[in-house]
């Protein structure tokens, strides 16, 4: 959302309405929200007893299954419940906090397959992954915990190789029309976003050329004014070119502009995938 500048609309520490960069606690603000799900929900947090002498309740968040009030279908829903239930299961188990609440944690950057979805078939627990000597998958949990000695690494090369056949004898023809739709998709985005970009822009000039005749109008004996009118000119120019800027980073680079599949492509694809025609000899 930065990267595109989208900005998010916030409540300052005033109840006002303003709008600022995107935030990793605004955005997971609104994917935990019920309002989006057309929900009315009371009873979302609970106050901590302080745990020193002194100090204030801190609010803490309930399950869901706790939540005192919940009133479904009382506004414009843009997911339905059962997809809001998802996304919160997703954000709840991206979760790096394994040994608490027994999450998978969310992908950490790195070239081997199975980060942190590998688990030990020895002792049960998650496997790390290790980049040392050509990379590998190790269980040192109970080592860590129980200095008892690592329970099993395995080099990652050929677990890797399995799970690529795995995956791309799984990737069928229908797994291809859904990647084409999603790029028709992601073009309609982009097409959208670089529309709002052009009529921000197209909004900004109007405001600038405003500004421009209101400054040549001016009594230039009347320093103040005028002082004060090419300053609010020079701000709307400087706006004007930001507005430019922002549309020039909207126009997606030819490599993402592809938006489908061709059909030659699909139909190697489905040849390939085909099994051998039976031998009539």
């Known amino acids: 959302m930065n990267e595109r500048d989208l900005e998010l609309p916030r409540r300052d520490r005033y109840g006002d309405l303003c709008w600022t960069r995107a935030t990793l606690a605004a955005v997971a603000a609104i994917l935990k929200n019920p309002a989006y799900a057309g929900a009315f929900v009371y009873g979302r947090t609970r106050f901590r007893p302080p745990k020193r002498e002194g100090a204030l309740p801190q609010k803490a968040p309930r399950p869901m299954e706790e939540w005192r009030i919940v009133v479904k279908d009382r506004y414009p829903a843009y997911i339905d419940w059962p ?3 998802k996304i919160r299961s997703v954000i709840r188990d ?3 906090e394994y040994m608490r609440i027994k999450t998978r944690g969310a992908p950490r950057n790195g070239e081997l397959l199975l980060h942190g979805i590998a688990w030990c ?4 627990h998650k496997m790390y992954v290790r980049y040392k000597g050509g990379g590998e998958y190790v269980c040192n949990h109970l080592r860590t915990q ?3 000695p690592t ?3 395995i080099r990652a090369a050929h677990i890797d190789a399995a799970v690529g056949d795995a995956f791309l004898t799984a990737l069928a023809p229908a797994e291809l029309d859904a990647l084409s739709r999603s790029r028709r998709v992601q073009q309609q985005t982009n097409n959208a976003l670089r529309s709002s970009a052009e009529r921000e822009l197209e909004r900004k000039r109007y405001t600038a050329a405003l500004a421009e005749r209101q400054f040549n109008r001016a009594d230039p004996d009347n320093r103040l004014v005028a002082s004060e009118l090419e300053r609010r000119w020079e701000a709307a120019l ?4 930001a507005a430019e800027e922002a549309l020039a980073r909207q126009t997606p680079p030819k490599a993402i502009t592809q938006v489908a599949i061709s059909k ?7 040849s390939l995938t085909a099994p051998p025609p039976a031998d009539m000899g």
């Open 83 to 85: 997809i809001y239930e």
């Open 94 to 96: 991206n979760r790096a």
């Open 121 to 124: 078939a020895r002792c049960g």
């Open 146 to 148: 129980e200095g008892q």
């Open 151 to 153: 329970c099993q690494h």
């Open 238 to 241: 400087n706006d004007v070119r």
């Open 264 to 270: 030659e492509l699909n139909d190697k694809v489905i």
